[in-house]
């Protein structure tokens, strides 16, 4: 059982940057992909960024690659996302997942433990 918990949305103007957490825990947790996903209402989950934990080898969306950076603290357990450059249409709800093995992808089959999310908005 892995248990994720996201911090760090908020209201923000365009251009503007935010950094989203995602603290990880778990009896189970070590050989697992942390992912960062986000939703718009009545719009399918997309793929942002993704991390393996035990190497730290990192993926990021195409549309998302010059402005968002993934990283980790194994210290802290906690998977970070920072957003630069921010634009309205990155507003939606953020979540990060885990799935197990080091495994780097752009969809979100095979995460199975998901966060409660945190919403990001960006107005002009």
């Given amino acids: 059982q892995v248990h994720l918990v996201e911090s760090g949305g908020g209201l923000v103007q365009a251009g ?14 070590g050989d697992h992909t942390i992912g960062w996903f986000r939703q718009v209402a009545g719009k399918e989950r997309e793929f942002v960024a993704a991390i393996t934990w035990l190497s730290g080898a990192p993926a990021h969306a195409n549309s998302v690659r010059d402005r968002f950076a993934i990283s980790r603290d194994n210290a802290k357990n906690t998977v970070y996302l920072q957003m630069d450059s921010l634009r309205p249409e990155d507003t939606a709800v953020y979540y990060c997942a885990a799935r197990n093995g080091q495994v780097l992808g752009s969809t979100d089959n095979g995460y199975v433990y998901w966060g409660q999310g945190t919403q990001v908005v960006v107005t002009l």
Avoid: A, I, N
């Avoid at 503007?16 to 947790?29: A, E, K, Y």
């Fill in 16 to 29: 503007d940057s935010l950094r989203l957490s995602c603290v990880v825990s778990g009896p189970t947790f």
